[in-house]
Each structure stands twice: as C-alpha cells, then as structure tokens.
Antibody
Framework: EVQVVESGGGLVQPGGSLRLSCAASGFTFSGYWMSWVRQAPGKGLEWVANIKPDESEKYYVDSVKGRFTISRDNAKNSLHLQMNSLRGEDTAVYYC??????????WGQGTLVTVSS | QSALTQPPSASGSPGQSVTISCTGTSSDIGGYNYVSWYQQHPGKAPKLMIYEVSKRPSGVPDRFSGSKSGNTASLTVSGLQSEDEADYYCNSYGGSNNWVFGGGTKVTVL
C-alpha cells in the first residue's frame, strides 16, 4: 500500500522551531518529488514546499521562504520540514504528500503544529 | 499567487448532480492542464479525486468527472450519494514552481 505518515507536530512558542518528518512506504520514494501542504484550523489548503528527488531543487510559498527548509533522506524513505522563526499564522495541520501526475497523492493523516505562548 | 475561487457551498438531493466551479487566471488554470480535485471529510486527510483536469485515479467512482474551459475548471458529481457530503478543493499548477489551491466548497446532500 502506498502511504505516507507524518510526525513531529506539537505546541511551540512564537519564534521557536520544530522539525516535521514524513515516512513513506509502498513506492519508490527516490523517484518522486514530495510536498508539504498545510491547513489552518477551519481554513483551506495551502501548498508550502516541495523537493526534487535528488534535492537539487526546492521551492517554497513566499510566506515561509527563509524560515522553512525542506529536505529528504532517500536511504530512509523520509521527508522533513525544518520550521524556524515560527509565527501564529503557521498554526496548521501539516500534510506530507507525493507529487504524482501533476497532483498530490497520497496524503498522510497530518500532524498538528500549534504556535502559541 | 492568489488562491483559486470556488463557491463556498453547493448542494443537491440524492441521485442528482452537483457541479463545483474553480476560477483562476491564464497564469494557472488557463495555462496548464495540471488541475486536480480533492475530497476531504471532516477530520480526515484530503483524497485525490481528479487529476490532469479530467482523469480519475484508480478506485474513484465514475460519478466524479472534471473539465476545464479557459480559466475555469469544474468538478461534477453525478448520482449524489450521502457519502459525497464533504469539502472539495481544486488545485492548479501556477507556474514558477508554485501550486495554488481553491478556498474549498462544502457539498451538502439534502
């Protein structure tokens, strides 16, 4: 079964840092772009970042540029999102997803990040 | 990059059809055939329903169909069933290695 499972969310103070992880299985992880997508409470979806299989290209939504870093470990079939200088508006469920045929599939169950003092 | 525009809500009776629109610009929907649609039930992860404008992934019922005309994409759910009640989001490639979502449409089965 093709699946991804996120972890690492939690409560963090404004200005703090958090590292999210995503474990992939059931497909050749090293052959696919991967993305992070977030959803603020009661709000819609927002694409955050993606990364090429060989890590040579990484792209971010403007609101997180310079604060978030996406990375991957193909040997461990894992994707990461290092989040620094966190703000209240970063509070959201963060989903990991495989970039597939110009879409996102599958999605994990998400991990909740809450930025609050 | 601005979000794509979707109606906040849509509804239909069981067995009827409902169509959701998703309006963008020539820089996103109008410029690429990378339009996808996602279904999200409360508290659950999004699920891919349509990709590349009109293609259905394996396992998605053929009651779900997608199309595009100019800068507007559409998702039609035919033969509405109670389990179709959910939020639906469109997504498009926006150029410059950017992806943009719509604000979401809540579909209610009356």
């Amino acid at each position: 079964e093709v699946q991804v499972v996120e972890s690492g969310g939690g409560l963090v103070q404004p200005g703090g840092s958090l590292r999210l992880s995503c474990a992939a299985s059931g497909f050749t992880f090293s052959g696919y772009w991967m993305s992070w997508v977030r959803q603020a409470p009661g709000k819609g979806l927002e694409w955050v970042a993606n990364i090429k299989p060989d890590e040579s290209e990484k792209y971010y939504v403007d609101s997180v540029k310079g604060r978030f870093t996406i990375s991957r470990d193909n040997a461990k079939n894992s994707l990461h999102l290092q989040m620094n200088s966190l703000r209240g508006e970063d509070t959201a469920v963060y989903y990991c997803a495989r970039d597939w045929e110009g879409a996102f599939d599958p999605w994990g169950q998400g991990t909740l990040v809450t930025v609050s003092s | 990059q601005s979000a794509l525009t979707q109606p906040p809500s849509a509804s239909g009776s069981p067995g009827q059809s409902v169509t959701i629109s998703c309006t963008g610009t020539s820089s996103d929907i109008g410029g690429y055939n990378y339009v996808s649609w996602y279904q999200q039930h409360p508290g659950k992860a999004p699920k891919l329903m349509i990709y590349e404008v009109s293609k259905r992934p394996s396992g998605v019922p053929d009651r779900f169909s997608g199309s595009k005309s100019g800068n507007t994409a559409s998702l039609t759910v035919s033969g509405l069933q109670s389990e179709d009640e959910a939020d639906y989001y469109c997504n498009s490639y926006g150029g410059s290695n950017n992806w943009v979502f719509g604000g979401g449409t809540k579909v209610t089965v009356l």
